[in-house]
């Protein structure tokens, strides 16, 4: 156990067998350790946030206002807002900053794509936001939707990349079927977890013509330096900055793959309201011993569910005795992250059928869950009993499509 734990930590660590080639250096660092030569003589538009940051922690946004010959003349924010003052799924304004002075337009209020309001006078409009490589966490949307109103401006568009944190290898999950209905946390056709840079999925959205019309931007992308696919964001060497409220930490991303899709349905808590968002599965009803046991009947490489029972402080049941299990990751490289949560469905179905998690669902928490999931056959095949397993087999013959497909986009080894 101690040799399992410790190979943990080291593909944690974002360490290999061999040493970085060179120092880590995100896609601003490369971009300022020119003078931001690109920029130069440019009126800049830029949409950023807190998580942001150069490898002095200075937001993007300060630090390109301070550049020499750069003229940032707006700021845009993706959802929880350009300094991250607001929680998941709540509506921001546009405002003026209050650290330069700047307009700042909301891309998560009145409109999600910039206006071409918003562009005029606007030379190039420039995107650095750290990701999860989550398809439903929504910066991703906010990238396409950007990418187009450039290529309608008749602008350049810029990238300026951040690592993966779940790392470059990594593609599981269901790709949303043909013909689903687009929605802000499904707006791409890749799998759930993509292992995939911003830049790379923009040089993905544009060359396979998925922006409307099939329209192209005129796409730049600002490489990171350092950075390989094998490496989890722990490997950079730097701080994390949390992207939302609820993504303390780097890991954390892990997590958010493993229950999030289900803590759609409020029926369940994964933990968010608790110390530990996306760590923990539980409701009043069950009993977490039992919970546990079946789970690790499974036989799940690299995972372990330990029972517990908490409150959460907010949240699905708040303030509630929940019964259920902490998801310890011992091997995050080998553990089937968004399996988990399809598994304690089925669990939970067999075990508690007088607690049908879809049925106790409202309406609103169904609709969530099928958003995320590109449409409602995920539910309709888990409602009808049906086998997880053949369920994920599907997938990984999805994923693995995907996988060929994206290779001409890849920027990293």
């Keep these: 156990m101690r040799a399992l ?38 009126r800049v538009a830029l949409i950023t946030h807190p ?17 020499p010959g750069v003229r940032l003349v707006a700021l845009m924010g993706p959802e929880h807002g350009i300094r991250g003052a607001a929680y998941a799924g709540e509506r921001v304004a546009d405002q003026r900053d209050p650290e330069t002075g700047l307009p700042v337009y909301s891309l998560y209020g009145k409109t999600a794509e910039p206006t071409p309001g918003m562009l005029q006078g606007v030379d190039v409009l420039v995107y650095d936001v750290q990701d999860i490589g989550a398809r439903s966490y ?3 949307s906010t990238l396409a939707l950007a990418m187009d109103a450039a290529a309608k401006a008749n602008i350049p568009f810029v990238v300026l990349d951040r690592p993966d944190p779940d790392g470059g290898l990594r593609v599981e999950g269901n790709v949303p079927p043909q013909g689903w209905k687009r929605s802000f946390v499904d707006w791409l056709p890749i799998p759930y977890v993509y292992g995939m840079t911003p830049g790379e999925l923009a040089r993905m959205i544009n060359g396979e013509g998925w922006l409307p019309g099939g329209r192209k ?28 409220p609820h993504i303390p930490r780097a890991e954390t991303s ?23 968002p996306f760590e923990l599965l539980g409701a009043p009803w069950i009993d977490p011993d039992v919970f546990a046991a079946k789970l690790n009947a499974l036989g799940l490489a690299g995972v372990r569910f330990r029972p ?29 992250w968004t399996a988990i949560q399809f598994y304690a469905i089925e669990i939970l179905r067999r075990l508690y059928p007088a607690h049908p998690l879809f ?7 169904r609709a969530a869950f099928d958003r995320v999931l590109g449409g ?8 009808a009993g049906k086998p997880v397993s053949k369920l994920l087999r599907a997938w990984r013959r999805e994923d693995a499509a995907f996988r060929l497909r994206r290779r001409r986009y890849l920027l990293y080894r």
Aim: glycine content about 12%; some cysteine.
């Design 308 to 336: 517990l029972r908490y409150k959460p402080f907010y949240g699905t049941y708040k303030g509630k005795l929940c019964g259920g299990v902490q998801i310890h990751l011992l091997r995050p490289d080998r553990a089937p």
């Design 217 to 244: 931007c005129k796409l730049t992308v600002v490489r990171m330096e350092g950075w390989r696919r094998s490496m989890a964001f722990a490997g950079t060497g730097r701080p994390w900055v949390p992207t939302s």
């Design 359 to 365: 049925a106790e669902a409202s309406a609103e928490g």
């Design 138 to 140: 929504t910066f991703i």
């Design 5 to 42: 734990l410790a190979f943990s930590w080291l593909w944690l660590a974002g360490a290999s067998a061999a040493p970085a080639r060179q120092p880590y250096q995100a896609g601003i660092d490369v971009l300022l350790s020119n003078g931001a030569e690109l920029l130069r003589g440019k």
């Design 254 to 276: 892990f997590f958010y793959a493993a229950t999030g899709i289900l803590g759609e349905l409020r029926v369940v808590n994964e933990g968010v309201g608790y110390p530990l």
């Design 376 to 383: 409602p056959q995920t539910r309709q095949w888990l409602e």
């Design 51 to 67: 998580a942001a940051v150069t490898k002095g922690l200075v937001p993007t946004a300060d630090a390109l206002f301070r550049t």
